[in-house]
């Protein structure tokens, strides 16, 4: 393990490419979304040994509910089985799980399994891992001011209070209330778009592009990236 001089606090991956993975081999899109689990594998480990507190993973935006039905509910089983096929991995590991998302989406016993594994693992302080599932950042957005308008509604004795509120405050109706936003965002797969990922919270986060596909971002690519980051300059707006 090479020794790494800023390590980010919070790193998110924007894990894309794994049907470009699967094709360039002549194989079914699934292969590459197996294959992509290696990779989350491989990058939990790495973040946990370089001490990165948070790894977050978007593995499946609001707009994928849009692909083939099939493509779907691999995806969905896919997550169903590794979760609970590293649940032990993560209570080795000091591992807390979290999923993030319109989870009312998501099946009733995919919802069961995840709470279980959020659960069990809550308190685990090593490292938290979030899989950002049924995930979009407008979504996000809009339920935190549907929430934010209810509680001003709900509390009249507190609403000019809520109205004057600073964003810091209006974070805490994020799904990402209480987790730093991410210091480093990462997309796989020579893509160079958000496509609808934690719009608000990447406010100030360093963006890197990887050409490399998922599936063949391993733990080299992953310190390459912490490497790349301990280089950036964060000013803030700031003069220095
Ligand atoms: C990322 O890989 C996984 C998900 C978005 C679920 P893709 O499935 O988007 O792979 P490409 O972009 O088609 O290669
Ligand atoms: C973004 O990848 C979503 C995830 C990685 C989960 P997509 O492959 O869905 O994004 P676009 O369609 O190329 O923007
Ligand atoms: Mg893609």
């Not at 699967?22 to 899109?29: K, S, T, V, Y």
């Not at 691999?74 to 032990?88: A, D, H, P, V």
């Not at 950042?137 to 308008?149: C, T």
């Not at 004795?157 to 965002?185: C, H, N, Q």
């Amino acid at each position: 393990m090479e020794n790494i001089g800023k390590v980010p606090v919070h790193v998110s991956i924007i894990m894309d490419g794994n049907g470009r993975w699967a094709g360039e081999r002549g194989l079914d899109r699934s292969a590459g979304h197996i294959e992509g689990v290696e990779s989350v594998r491989a990058c939990t480990e790495a973040a946990v040994e370089y001490g990165v507190k948070y790894l977050s993973l978007y593995a499946f935006s609001e707009e994928n509910w849009g692909r083939p039905k099939g493509e779907v509910s691999s995806l969905m089983s896919l997550m169903f089985k590794s979760m609970l096929g590293e649940l032990q991995n993560f209570m080795d590991n000091g591992i807390r799980f979290m999923v993030l998302g319109h989870r009312d989406r998501l099946d009733s016993s995919l919802n069961e399994a995840i709470d279980a594994c959020m659960e069990k693992t809550a308190s685990n302080s090593r490292l938290t891992l979030i899989i950002f599932l049924s995930y979009s950042g407008k979504w996000d957005i809009m339920q935190a001011a549907r929430r934010y308008a209810e509680d001003v509604l709900r509390h009249p004795d507190k609403a000019d209070e809520l109205l004057e509120m600073e964003p810091d405050g209006f974070s805490r109706y994020l799904v990402t209330a209480g987790i730093p936003d991410p210091d480093l965002i990462i997309r796989t797969s020579g893509e160079m778009r958000l496509s609808n990922y934690l719009l608000w919270q990447a406010a100030y986060s360093e963006l890197l592009f990887s050409d490399v596909l998922w599936p063949d971002f391993r733990k080299r690519e992953f310190a390459e990236a912490l490497e790349a980051y301990s280089k950036r300059d964060r000013r803030y707006g700031k003069v220095k």
